[in-house]
C-alpha cells in the first residue's frame, strides 16, 4: 500500500532563512508525488509535482524538491522564507492505479519575522 | 481554478438529518473525488467517481453516498448526520495528459450540531 510520512507537524523558521519540509513515501512502484500549500481558511493550491521526469521539480513561489528513490524521499526546499509562505503543507503521493491523492498530515510552516 | 465549484460553501445542520454537498465542473474530467479534512489527519478519500454512474469508495467511506448522473456533477450525501461528520469537504479533479495534476474546489465547512 501506499502511504505518506511527514516528518515534521511543525516547522518554524525566521524570514530569510532556509526551508526544509520533509517528506517519505511508501510505494511498490514509481510513485507520482505533489505538494500543495493550504493558506488559512483557503482551498489546496498545487505547488509543485513529481512525475518521473527531472528528480529536482521547480515549483512556485521558490520552493522546489528533490525525488530521491533511494531514500524513498521528497522533500521541500526553499531558500529563504517569506512572512506569506506561513501555511499548510501536504505531501501527497498517488495511489497505485493513479486514481485518486494520498495525503500525508501536514506540516505547519510558522514564519517570524 | 478548472471551473470547479463546490456549493455550499458553509452549512450548519442538525444531527440524523441528510445532507448532500454538490461538486460542479465545467471541464468534463472523466474523475472526480471527495475528500474530507480534519486536524491532524490531512485529507481522506471519501469516494471517488471515474464516470457517468461509476463510482467506488475510499478510506472513509462509511456513512456517505454519492451519485454522479452527469459528467459534470458529483453529489456527496451524508444519509444521517453525525456530530464526527463534522468537517470541511473538498471536492478535486483529475487532469489527465500533459497537465496531469489533481485542482481542489474552495471547500465546504459543514457543522452537524
Known amino acids: 500500500a501506499q502511504s505518506v510520512t511527514q516528518l515534521d507537524s511543525h516547522v518554524s523558521v525566521s524570514e530569510g532563512t532556509p526551508v526544509l519540509l520533509r517528506c517519505n513515501y511508501s510505494?511498490?512502484?514509481?510513485?507520482?508525488l505533489f505538494w500543495y500549500v493550504q493558506h488559512p481558511n483557503k482551498g489546496l493550491q498545487l505547488l509543485l509535482k513529481y512525475t518521473s521526469a527531472a528528480t529536482l521539480v521547480k515549483g512556485i513561489n521558490g520552493f522546489e524538491a528533490e525525488f530521491k528513490k533511494s531514500e524513498t524521499s521528497f522533500h521541500l526546499t526553499k531558500p529563504s522564507a517569506h512572512m506569506s509562505d506561513a501555511a499548510e503543507y501536504f505531501c501527497?503521493?498517488?495511489?497505485?492505479?493513479?486514481?485518486?491523492?494520498?495525503f500525508g498530515k501536514g506540516t505547519t510552516l510558522s514564519v517570524s519575522s | 481554478d478548472a471551473g470547479i465549484t463546490q456549493s455550499p460553501r458553509h452549512k450548519v445542520t442538525e444531527t440524523g438529518t441528510p445532507v448532500t454537498l454538490r461538486c460542479h465542473q465545467t471541464e468534463n474530467h472523466r474523475y472526480m473525488y471527495w475528500y474530507r479534512q480534519d486536524p491532524g489527519h490531512g485529507l481522506r478519500l471519501i469516494h471517488y467517481s471515474y464516470g457517468v454512474k461509476d463510482t467506488d469508495k475510499g478510506e472513509v467511506s462509511d456513512g456517505y453516498s454519492v451519485s454522479r448522473s452527469k459528467t459534470e456533477d458529483f453529489l456527496l450525501t451524508l444519509e444521517s448526520a453525525t456530530s464526527s461528520q463534522t468537517s470541511v469537504y473538498f471536492c478535486a479533479i483529475k487532469r489527465d495528459g500533459v497537465n496531469y495534476g489533481y485542482t481542489f474546489g474552495s471547500g465546504t465547512r459543514l457543522t452537524v450540531v
Open positions: 501527497v503521493v498517488s495511489d497505485w492505479a493513479g486514481t485518486a491523492l494520498i
Open positions: 510505494s511498490s512502484y514509481s510513485p507520482s
